[in-house]
C-alpha cells in the first residue's frame, strides 16, 4: 500500500514546462479582449422555473446541465492552490466517478516555508483517497519576471490575473501531454477570488491546446462553501492566513496592522470551522479597505519620480520589517485570510 501511495507522486520539473511561462503580459493584461464564460442554464426542473434563482440557475442546485466536465470526459486535471480548497472540489468529483489528478504548482506561494505546507498537507490529503498528486517545481523566479511591474496592484487585479493565467497555462500544457481531456482550477471555489477572473485565465489557456477543454463551473456555491469549511475542519487543515504571493502577505499584515490584528504567522495553527465560517462580513470588509489603500497607493505613483522612489523605499523597508516580525507575533481568529 505504502508502496502504491508513493507512486501516486509524480514530479514535474520546470525543463518539461513552456519556456514562455515567464514571458510578461503587461500589454497583452491592459488590452486583454472578454473571454466568453457561458455558466449553462440548469437542467433541473424547479431551478429553470424559479424567477429568483441566481441567473442562469440557483446557486445551490447539484443538478446544473454543466455540472460535469464539457464533453463527457472522464479524466480531469485538477490545478490545486492548497488542501482546504481543493476538499469539496475532489469529493464531488469523486462522487460522480470521476477520475481525478491534482496538479499542484503554485510558484506564487511565499515564502517557500509556507508553500511546503500547503503542498505536503494537499499531497497528504489526496493520497489518503488514492488520488495521484503532480508535484511541479518551485517555479517562483518565472512567477517573479511574469508579475513584474505589478507588485502594487490590488488582489483581484491585474497582477492576479497574470498570476491566473501563468499558472493555468502551464496546467493546460501539462494536461495536453499527458492526455487529460479536460482540466480546471481550485482557484474557482474560493470567494476570495473573482471567479470570472479564474475562469477566463483558464479558458485563455485552453484555447493554446486544440485538445483540451477548460471546465467552467460554479464552485463557490453556498453548499460547496460550507463543505469546504467541514473538510477543513475535520481534517484539522493548516490555516492559511492570505492568498500565497509576497504581495498579499505584504497587504494582508498592512490591512492587519491598521486595524489591530495580529500580523500573518507564517506556520501558524491548524484549522477549525469556528469562526471561519460565517464571517463573510470580513471578506467585504477587506476588499472594500483594500481597494482604499490601492487608491493612495496609486495616488503615490502620480508623484514626481523621486518621491516615488523614496516612497517605495519606505514602503519596502516596512514590508520586510514586517516580515521580520511576523514568526514573532500570535495569530487570531477573527483577522483570518479565509480560503
Ligand atoms: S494575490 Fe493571490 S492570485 Fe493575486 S497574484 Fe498574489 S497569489 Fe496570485
Known sequence: ???????????????????????????????RRRVAIRYDA???????????????????????????????????????????????????????????????YNPNIHPRKEYDIRKEENKKYALKHGVPFVDADYDAKSWYKRTKGMEFDPERGTRCTACFDMRMEVTAAYASKHGFPV????????????????????LQAAEMYPDVQYW????????????????????????????????????????????????????????GLGTRYGVYFLLRFFFHH??????????TLKTPKRMRRKSRKMSCANFFKMQQTTSTTKSSKEGRWLP
Not at 422555473?49 to 446541465?65: E, L, Q, S, T, W
Not at 466536465?69 to 469539496?88: F, T, Y
Open 1 to 31: 500500500m505504502a508502496s502504491l501511495k508513493t507512486n501516486l507522486v509524480l514530479a514535474h520539473t520546470c525543463e518539461s514546462m513552456p519556456a514562455n511561462r515567464s514571458v510578461p503580459s503587461e500589454g497583452s493584461l491592459r488590452r
Open 42 to 104: 440548469c437542467a433541473h426542473e424547479s431551478c429553470r422555473n424559479n424567477p429568483n434563482a441566481n441567473p442562469p440557475y440557483d446557486r445551490d442546485c447539484r443538478d446544473h446541465a454543466h455540472a460535469m466536465p464539457p464533453n463527457g470526459a472522464n479524466r480531469v486535471l485538477l490545478h490545486s492552490c492548497c488542501a482546504p480548497c481543493s476538499g469539496a472540489m475532489f469529493e464531488e468529483m469523486l462522487e460522480k466517478n470521476l477520475n481525478v489528478t491534482i496538479f499542484f
Open 183 to 202: 482540466f480546471t482550477t481550485t482557484n474557482a471555489t474560493s470567494r476570495w477570488k473573482d471567479i470570472d477572473q479564474v475562469n477566463a485565465s483558464g
Open 216 to 271: 467552467v463551473y460554479n464552485w463557490q456555491t453556498d453548499e460547496m462553501t460550507l463543505r469546504k469549511y467541514q473538510i477543513s475542519a475535520e481534517n484539522k487543515f493548516y490555516k492559511q492566513e492570505y492568498c500565497g504571493c509576497a504581495y498579499s502577505l505584504r497587504d494582508s499584515n498592512l490591512y492587519r496592522k491598521k486595524h489591530g490584528i495580529p500580523l500573518v504567522k507564517i506556520g501558524g495553527e491548524t484549522a
Open 290 to 299: 483594500h481597494s482604499n489603500f490601492s487608491v493612495s497607493l496609486s495616488a
